[in-house]
């Protein structure tokens, strides 16, 4: 994958699943559910592949869809995006990413701001854009930004803001101040802000608030979400933007050249998912909150300095004091000491900063209770 240095390099998470297939560890490192989703979704799709729907779908995504999400974004939110206008679906939340830097950022002028760590993707999108990336650090134990650090970050020349929330690799929830921030400085530099908001359901301590729906945000902001948390279906890979016609069809004119369509028998099964009652959204978040404390009780049992997931698949651990200097040492040797794969912070990290983060884990909670369980029991041998 391209690294922020724009070049082509193996990733741990490659090196850290075929560890997991060798010594046959709990792999804990890569973000993926055991478990399927709901029935009514991956019926429809199978009934959609059984009555044909198996070519091209338009390239905006088919109207059901984009009229389901649009009725998302209005149920949880309050927004009223147009499913024509302002609604486009994408293959993941990857290549709305990817599309959306690429329509959006003019050049080696342009800066691109992200709070770091950071998924790894944007990195590599900011690469391929030509923009320069700008982090400002989130710190543990509680992963919020510094407000200076933000302030300082974003200035005319920043293109646009890019904002994960909930946080992956941290787990961290923005609070409301700085999201307000956020929207306030773009208005001020006149920059645009894109969300990634895939974990928006699996947020523990109450509703996600998508930055868009802040005073003057959504003219300004391109909203990115996908299928793959919600739904357990990572593999599907159907994503969407919603934001204001302008932007959404600038990040349409690139996506056409990228996949120009996809899914076809999975964007009616998912326009099914998004219109699944409340009860579904709100059991998946507390069943998630419950793999969460069970992971972190069993990395305290074994010795780790807990950092407490509000929301998303991941719960970082701090490994100092089990004597670890460097995660990245840690995580190769734990499948071979313990039977279980982790991922080290600094895979999220840009080079300069790797140290600031040097003894910090990432571990997935998005797997079933008994391997959750049995990892964690693995994991107490180390104390
Ligand atoms: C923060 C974040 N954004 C985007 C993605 C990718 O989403 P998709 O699989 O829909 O492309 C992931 C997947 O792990 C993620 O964690």
Known sequence: MLGEDGRSAPTIFAEMSALAVRTGAINLGQGFPDEDGPAIVLETARRAIADGVNQYPPGRGIPELCEAIAEHQHRFYGLRPDPQRNVLVTAGATEALAATLLALVDGPDDEVVVFEP??????????????????????????APDLDDLRAAVGDRTRLILVNDPHNPTGAVLDAATRAEIVRLAERHDALIVTDEVYEHLIFDGPHTPIATLPGAWERTVSISSAGKTFSTTGWKIGWVTGPADLVDA??????????????????????????????????????????DLLADGLRDAGFAVSP???????????????????????????????????????????????????LVRFAACKRVEVIAEAARRLRALA
């Open 309 to 359: 997931a509000a929301g998303s698949y991941f719960t970082l651990a701090d490994a100092a004091g089990l004597g670890a200097r460097d995660a990245a040492d840690f995580c190769r040797a734990l499948p071979e000491r313990v039977g279980v794969v982790a991922i080290p912070l600094t895979a999220f990290v840009t080079a300069a900063h790797r140290r600031d983060y040097a003894t």
């Open 251 to 292: 990040v349409l004119a690139v996506k056409q050249f990228l996949t120009y369509a996809g899914g076809a028998p999975f964007q009616p099964a998912i326009a099914a998912g998004l219109r699944l009652p409340d009860a579904f959204f709100t059991g998946i978040a507390d069943t998630l909150r419950a793999k969460r």
């Open 118 to 143: 950071y998924y790894d993707a944007y990195a590599a999108c900011v690469a391929l854009s030509g923009a320069r990336l700008v982090t400002v650090p989130l710190r543990p134990p509680a992963f």
